[in-house]
């Protein structure tokens, strides 16, 4: 699981960088000569504030379907991707001298995210499992230089690595044909753990507005820490990819 993660973040950093080193040699206006330049106006800034959501498609690990509960037995459905939602709100900051770290960007801040799955109980009745998080993401990364535009907005690929905790506040378990049960509440019976990569292309104007569109995978851990027993006792290993727009402000 942290190898095929480990996998996508090298291959995204990989990327960006290639993309970073080609525009860089290949124009003298590229965005890493300007941020050097002493009349830059944009290195003043040291802070952001962005906030981003999208929609995000979550199936289980195949390696964590069966579930024997004091309700059922459970079986998920394997490779079925669902739609769910997820928003962040981020504060980071920006690091002038990387001549000392590996990466200029750190950032972290709060969101909520929904994670659901088709399962059969052993009577063979369809179901879909839901839960809703509170989450606490905490990520690393490079802002690599692309170009700056004629109307003074900058852009850039954006390359980060995290980590991420997840809360629950509740779940529900009913028919597929059938949603009209209510939610119950599991809020912090468990927590639960991520890994996360993203890979985004972005926009910075001089005046300090951002926004951006991109990527990102999430790899739930299969390690989490257990408080007390949910209502339906299932704990599914969730894969998710959301795609994501943002947008936000810079500051000094």
């Not at 579930?67 to 709100?89: A, Q, R």
């Not at 990466?103 to 809703?132: C, H, P, T």
């Not at 629950?168 to 639960?192: G, H």
């Not at 753990?193 to 569109?213: D, M, V």
């Amino acid at each position: 699981m942290r190898k095929k993660l480990l996998s996508i973040a090298g291959f995204i950093i990989i990327l960006a960088v290639n993309i970073s080193f080609g525009q860089v040699n290949g124009k003298n206006d590229s965005l890493n000569n300007i941020l050097h330049s002493k009349n830059n106006s944009i290195k003043k800034y040291k802070h952001f504030v962005v906030f981003d959501f999208g929609p995000s498609f979550t199936r289980v690990n195949t390696n964590f379907t069966s579930f024997k509960t004091s309700l059922n037995k459970y079986e998920f459905e394997k490779n079925h991707y669902n739609v769910n939602y997820d928003w962040s709100f981020m504060f980071g900051w920006v690091f002038k001298d990387k001549s000392y770290l590996p990466w200029d960007i750190l950032k972290i801040g709060y969101g909520m995210s929904s994670r659901s799955a088709n399962v059969k109980d052993s009577s063979g009745n369809k179901l879909k499992f839901q839960e809703s998080f509170f989450k606490i993401p905490l990520f690393i990364g490079m802002r690599l230089p692309l170009n700056k535009s004629k109307n003074g907005s900058y852009s850039s690929l954006d390359a980060n690595v995290g980590v991420q905790a997840f809360i629950p506040y509740y779940e529900k378990l009913d028919y597929v044909d059938n949603l009209d049960s209510k939610v119950k509440d599991s809020f912090c019976k468990y927590i639960r753990y991520g890994l996360s990569a993203e890979i985004a292309y972005s926009f910075l104007k001089e005046n300090g507005r951002t926004n951006s569109f991109g990527i990102r995978y999430t790899l739930d851990s299969d390690h989490f820490t257990k408080i007390k027993n949910t209502n339906y006792e299932l704990y599914p290993i969730y894969h998710s990819y959301t795609v994501f727009f943002s947008f936000g402000l810079y500051g000094t």
